[in-house]
C-alpha cells in the first residue's frame, strides 16, 4: 500500500525568529517513488521533514497524505515510519522488539509479528539478530535495524532525515544500495532528506534542491546537473565553474565565443553553464565547436583538469588521464547543446 | 592485573581509608549502639559500662495491649506511602519539564525547589498550620499527608530532573512515529529507563515523611499518630528508658533497611543518578 504525499505551499517560521524557514514549499511526491529533498545546512530541509512527520506544526499551508490533509492528524496516526540521522533503538529493548515495536502498538498479533519481524531482519542482512541489544551492534547495524523498524508496520509513507550521514562513506554506499533495494521490496513512498548531493541522486528518482527555505529546482538528477535552474542551484551542486555572460535568444545565446546553439526558455541577458567535464576535447568541426588554446593541465591521477581559453574567455575543463594534451596547445572544443543552460546571472 | 599497574600507595595513605571508614561508622552508628542496648534491659544505671540485668521488659510495654506502637507503624507507612506515591509522580512530571524544556526562570525554580532545604523547617510548620486550620485541613491524615508533600516533591523533583536529563527526548518522539500515542510512548520508552531513578525518589520521599515529627504534630494535632510523635511522647511521658528505646528501634529500621536495599540496586550504577545538581 502506498500513499503520495503533497505538500503546499508550506510556510514555517520559528516562534522568535525573524526570518522564516520554509518559503511557499511545494511539492508532489507520487506514490510508490522516491524523492530527495538536497540542500545545505540550515536551509530547512529537516524542519519540512518534522512536519511531514507530524513533529511540528507548520505557521501556514498543507500536508495531505493520500489526498487528506493531516496537519490535524497527530505523528502516531499519519501512517509513516521515519528514520533519523541517529539510530535511535529503544535501549531497553532487543533488535526483534525494536523492529516489532511499530507492530505492538498498531495491535498486530504475536505470529504475524514474528514473521514479519524475521522477514525485515533477513531484508536488512541480519539475519539471526533478534536478540541482540542495541549497545551491542555498529553503527550501520544499528541503522539497519532502525529502517527494519520504520517499516515493520508497512507504512505508506517513509521518511528519512540524514539516514546515513552519520556512517563511513564506505558505509553508505551500502546503505544506499540497501535502501533502493527495500524501496523495490516494500514499496513505501519515500521522502528523504540530505546535504549529500551523490546520496541524493544515488537513491531518489526526483530530487528537489532546497535553498534559504524555497524549492529551487524539482527534476531528475540528471536534470539537476545538465539544467541547473538558477546560478545557486548549480553553485551548490558544484556546477558554476564555468558561466560565461551573454544574450539568449530561441534556439542561440551569443557571447564572446560567438553563437551558440542550445534549447532554452530564457531569453535576454543570462549566464550559459555547462559543466567541466561535459566539454568535448576533438578535432570535429561544425556547430558549437570553438577553437581554444591550453593554458594549464593538471594531473588529478584519475583525470585531467585542464583549462583553456578561447575568444579571452576561460573555460574549466576536465578529460581522461590519458589525453595527450600540453599547454600551449591549440584544440577545437565541443560545446554539446544537451549541457548547455542559461541561468539568470 | 589491575593489581600490578596500579602504583604503591605509601603506608599512611593506604591506612587512611580504612581508618575513615571505621571512624565515619562509629559516629553515624554509635549513638545507636547505647539504644540497642537499652532496650533490651531494665537496669543500667551509671557509672557501669554494662548493664547487670537484661530483660525484654521494654519490649512488652512498647508492643503490649496499651501501646499504641502497631498503630502508629500503621499510621507512618499510610501517610508514607501516599506521600512517596504523590511526591514522585508528581517529582517525575516536574523533573522531566525541568530536563527537558528551556523553561523561563529555570534557575529560580530549581533554587524554590531547594527552598524546604533552606527555610528553617519551624517557620514554615507554624505558617503552615495557620493555613490547614483555615482550610479546615487540621487534624487529619489528609491534612498531614499533603503538609508532608512539598518537601517531599521538591526533593523527589531535583532528583527526577537529574534522572530524564539521561533520558534522550528524541526516543520518544522516534516512538510516536511508529505509531504509540504521546502517553502510550512515555511509558513504553521513557518509563523503562526511569525505573531505578523512580525507586530513588519514593524512598526518599518515604523516608522524609517517616522521620517528620514538626509538621505532622502541628498539622495532626495529636490525632495522627505516627511513629516519631509516639517516640516523643513516650520519652517525654512515661520515662521509661527501656520502651524510648525499643520504639526508637522500630523508627531507626526502616531508613537503614531502605539505605541497604537501594546502596544494592545503585551499586555500580551510575551514581549521577543521585547527583541532584547534575
Redesign the interface.
Given at each position: 500500500m502506498t500513499t503520495d504525499i503533497t505538500i503546499a505551499d508550506l510556510d514555517h517560521t520559528y516562534p522568535g525568529a525573524t526570518t522564516p524557514t520554509l518559503r511557499r514549499v511545494t511539492l508532489e511526491v507520487p506514490a510508490g517513488t522516491r524523492t530527495a529533498v538536497l540542500g545545505p545546512s540550515g536551509s530547512g530541509k529537516s524542519t519540512l521533514l518534522s512536519i511531514v512527520a507530524g513533529l511540528s506544526t507548520p505557521t501556514g499551508g498543507d500536508v495531505r497524505l493520500a489526498g487528506h490533509s493531516v496537519l490535524r492528524q497527530p505523528p502516531h496516526r499519519r501512517d509513516l515510519g521515519v528514520v533519523f540521522q541517529r539510530p535511535l533503538l529503544f535501549p531497553h529493548l532487543t533488535v526483534a522488539e525494536n523492529v516489532a515495536f511499530g507492530l505492538r502498538m498498531r495491535g498486530t498479533d504475536r505470529a504475524a509479528i514474528q514473521r514479519r519481524v524475521a522477514e525485515l531482519l533477513d531484508a536488512v542482512a541480519l539475519p539471526g539478530y533478534g536478540e541482540r541489544r542495541s549497545g551491542e551492534l555498529s553503527g550501520g547495524q544499528q541503522q539497519r535495524v532502525a529502517l527494519a523498524r520504520a517499516l515493520a508496520a508497512r507504512p505508506g509513507v517513509l521518511l528519512l532525515d540524514e539516514p546515513f550521514s552519520a556512517l563511513d562513506p564506505q558505509l553508505r554506499g551500502d546503505m544506499r544500495a540497501l535502501l533502493t533495494e527495500l524501496h523495490r521490496r516494500e514499496g513505501s513512498t519515500t521522502l528523504f532528506v540530505t546535504h549529500d548531493r551523490d546520496e541524493a541522486t544515488d537513491v531518489a528518482d526526483t530530487v528537489t534542491v532546497l535553498l534559504g527555505g524555497r524549492v529551487a529546482q524539482h527534476a531528475p538528477p540528471a536534470d539537476l546537473f545538465r539544467r541547473p535552474a538558477t546560478l545557486a542551484v548549480a553553485r551548490f551542486l558544484g556546477g558554476a565553474g564555468n558561466a560565461i555572460p551573454g544574450t539568449a535568444s530561441a534556439g542561440h545565446f551569443d557571447c564572446p565565443l560567438g553563437r551558440l546553439r542550445l534549447d532554452t526558455d530564457h531569453r535576454g541577458a543570462g549566464l550559459l553553464l555547462i559543466r567541466p567535464a561535459a566539454i568535448v576535447v576533438g578535432d570535429q568541426q561544425g556547430e558549437n565547436v570553438v577553437s581554444a588554446t591550453i593554458t594549464a593541465v593538471t594531473d588529478r591521477g584519475t583525470h585531467l583538469d585542464i583549462q583553456a581559453t578561447s575568444a579571452g574567455v576561460t573555460l574549466q575543463l576536465t578529460t581522461g588521464p590519458a589525453a595527450p594534451l600540453r599547454p600551449g596547445d591549440d584544440t577545437h572544443l565541443w560545446l554539446p547543446p544537451a549541457h548547455l543552460s542559461v541561468v539568470t546571472p | 592485573m589491575t593489581e600490578a599497574r596500579r602504583p604503591r600507595r605509601p603506608l599512611g595513605a593506604a591506612l587512611t581509608r580504612p581508618t575513615v571508614l571505621v571512624l565515619t561508622g562509629l559516629w553515624v552508628a554509635g549513638p545507636l549502639l547505647p539504644l540497642a542496648v537499652q532496650a533490651f534491659t531494665d537496669q543500667w544505671f551509671y557509672p557501669d559500662l554494662w548493664p547487670n540485668r537484661w530483660s525484654l521488659a521494654g519490649w512488652e510495654q512498647a508492643l503490649g495491649p496499651q501501646s499504641r506502637l502497631a498503630e502508629a507503624v500503621a499510621t507512618s507507612i499510610g501517610i508514607g506511602a501516599a506521600v512517596a506515591v504523590l511526591a514522585t509522580a508528581l517529582g517525575a512530571a516536574a523533573g522531566r519539564a525541568l530536563a527537558w524544556y528551556r523553561l523561563p526562570g529555570r534557575r529560580l525554580i530549581e533554587l524554590v525547589l531547594l527552598a524546604p532545604v533552606l527555610v528553617p523547617p519551624f517557620a514554615v510548620a507554624m505558617g503552615a498550620q495557620i493555613v490547614y486550620l483555615r482550610a479546615g485541613l487540621a487534624d487529619s491524615l489528609t491534612g498531614v499527608i499533603l503538609a508532608q508533600l512539598p518537601a517531599a516533591t521538591a526533593y523527589a523533583t531535583l532528583l527526577m530532573s537529574g534522572v530524564w536529563a539521561g533520558v534522550?527526548p528524541?526516543?520518544e518522539?522516534?516512538?510516536?512515529?511508529?505509531?504509540?500515542?504521546?502517553w502510550?510512548?512515555f511509558r513504553?520508552?521513557s518509563l523503562?529507563?526511569l525505573r531505578g531513578g523512580l525507586l530513588v525518589a519514593a524512598m526518599f520521599a518515604f523516608l522524609i515523611s517517616w522521620s517528620d515529627y514538626l509538621l505532622t504534630l502541628l498539622i495532626g494535632g495529636g490525632v495522627v499518630t505516627t511513629v516519631p510523635l509516639l517516640l516523643f511522647a513516650t520519652a517525654a511521658g512515661s520515662g521509661n528508658q527501656a520502651a524510648t528505646a525499643a520504639i526508637a528501634l522500630v523508627a531507626v529500621a526502616p531508613p537503614l533497611l531502605l539505605t541497604a536495599l537501594a546502596a544494592r540496586r545503585l551499586a555500580g550504577r551510575d551514581t549521577a543518578l543521585l547527583g541532584v545538581g547534575r
Amino acid at each position: 500500500m502506498t500513499t503520495d504525499i503533497t505538500i503546499a505551499d508550506l510556510d514555517h517560521t520559528y516562534p522568535g525568529a525573524t526570518t522564516p524557514t520554509l518559503r511557499r514549499v511545494t511539492l508532489e511526491v507520487p506514490a510508490g517513488t522516491r524523492t530527495a529533498v538536497l540542500g545545505p545546512s540550515g536551509s530547512g530541509k529537516s524542519t519540512l521533514l518534522s512536519i511531514v512527520a507530524g513533529l511540528s506544526t507548520p505557521t501556514g499551508g498543507d500536508v495531505r497524505l493520500a489526498g487528506h490533509s493531516v496537519l490535524r492528524q497527530p505523528p502516531h496516526r499519519r501512517d509513516l515510519g521515519v528514520v533519523f540521522q541517529r539510530p535511535l533503538l529503544f535501549p531497553h529493548l532487543t533488535v526483534a522488539e525494536n523492529v516489532a515495536f511499530g507492530l505492538r502498538m498498531r495491535g498486530t498479533d504475536r505470529a504475524a509479528i514474528q514473521r514479519r519481524v524475521a522477514e525485515l531482519l533477513d531484508a536488512v542482512a541480519l539475519p539471526g539478530y533478534g536478540e541482540r541489544r542495541s549497545g551491542e551492534l555498529s553503527g550501520g547495524q544499528q541503522q539497519r535495524v532502525a529502517l527494519a523498524r520504520a517499516l515493520a508496520a508497512r507504512p505508506g509513507v517513509l521518511l528519512l532525515d540524514e539516514p546515513f550521514s552519520a556512517l563511513d562513506p564506505q558505509l553508505r554506499g551500502d546503505m544506499r544500495a540497501l535502501l533502493t533495494e527495500l524501496h523495490r521490496r516494500e514499496g513505501s513512498t519515500t521522502l528523504f532528506v540530505t546535504h549529500d548531493r551523490d546520496e541524493a541522486t544515488d537513491v531518489a528518482d526526483t530530487v528537489t534542491v532546497l535553498l534559504g527555505g524555497r524549492v529551487a529546482q524539482h527534476a531528475p538528477p540528471a536534470d539537476l546537473f545538465r539544467r541547473p535552474a538558477t546560478l545557486a542551484v548549480a553553485r551548490f551542486l558544484g556546477g558554476a565553474g564555468n558561466a560565461i555572460p551573454g544574450t539568449a535568444s530561441a534556439g542561440h545565446f551569443d557571447c564572446p565565443l560567438g553563437r551558440l546553439r542550445l534549447d532554452t526558455d530564457h531569453r535576454g541577458a543570462g549566464l550559459l553553464l555547462i559543466r567541466p567535464a561535459a566539454i568535448v576535447v576533438g578535432d570535429q568541426q561544425g556547430e558549437n565547436v570553438v577553437s581554444a588554446t591550453i593554458t594549464a593541465v593538471t594531473d588529478r591521477g584519475t583525470h585531467l583538469d585542464i583549462q583553456a581559453t578561447s575568444a579571452g574567455v576561460t573555460l574549466q575543463l576536465t578529460t581522461g588521464p590519458a589525453a595527450p594534451l600540453r599547454p600551449g596547445d591549440d584544440t577545437h572544443l565541443w560545446l554539446p547543446p544537451a549541457h548547455l543552460s542559461v541561468v539568470t546571472p | 592485573m589491575t593489581e600490578a599497574r596500579r602504583p604503591r600507595r605509601p603506608l599512611g595513605a593506604a591506612l587512611t581509608r580504612p581508618t575513615v571508614l571505621v571512624l565515619t561508622g562509629l559516629w553515624v552508628a554509635g549513638p545507636l549502639l547505647p539504644l540497642a542496648v537499652q532496650a533490651f534491659t531494665d537496669q543500667w544505671f551509671y557509672p557501669d559500662l554494662w548493664p547487670n540485668r537484661w530483660s525484654l521488659a521494654g519490649w512488652e510495654q512498647a508492643l503490649g495491649p496499651q501501646s499504641r506502637l502497631a498503630e502508629a507503624v500503621a499510621t507512618s507507612i499510610g501517610i508514607g506511602a501516599a506521600v512517596a506515591v504523590l511526591a514522585t509522580a508528581l517529582g517525575a512530571a516536574a523533573g522531566r519539564a525541568l530536563a527537558w524544556y528551556r523553561l523561563p526562570g529555570r534557575r529560580l525554580i530549581e533554587l524554590v525547589l531547594l527552598a524546604p532545604v533552606l527555610v528553617p523547617p519551624f517557620a514554615v510548620a507554624m505558617g503552615a498550620q495557620i493555613v490547614y486550620l483555615r482550610a479546615g485541613l487540621a487534624d487529619s491524615l489528609t491534612g498531614v499527608i499533603l503538609a508532608q508533600l512539598p518537601a517531599a516533591t521538591a526533593y523527589a523533583t531535583l532528583l527526577m530532573s537529574g534522572v530524564w536529563a539521561g533520558v534522550d527526548p528524541a526516543l520518544e518522539r522516534q516512538a510516536r512515529t511508529l505509531g504509540a500515542g504521546a502517553w502510550r510512548a512515555f511509558r513504553e520508552v521513557s518509563l523503562p529507563q526511569l525505573r531505578g531513578g523512580l525507586l530513588v525518589a519514593a524512598m526518599f520521599a518515604f523516608l522524609i515523611s517517616w522521620s517528620d515529627y514538626l509538621l505532622t504534630l502541628l498539622i495532626g494535632g495529636g490525632v495522627v499518630t505516627t511513629v516519631p510523635l509516639l517516640l516523643f511522647a513516650t520519652a517525654a511521658g512515661s520515662g521509661n528508658q527501656a520502651a524510648t528505646a525499643a520504639i526508637a528501634l522500630v523508627a531507626v529500621a526502616p531508613p537503614l533497611l531502605l539505605t541497604a536495599l537501594a546502596a544494592r540496586r545503585l551499586a555500580g550504577r551510575d551514581t549521577a543518578l543521585l547527583g541532584v545538581g547534575r
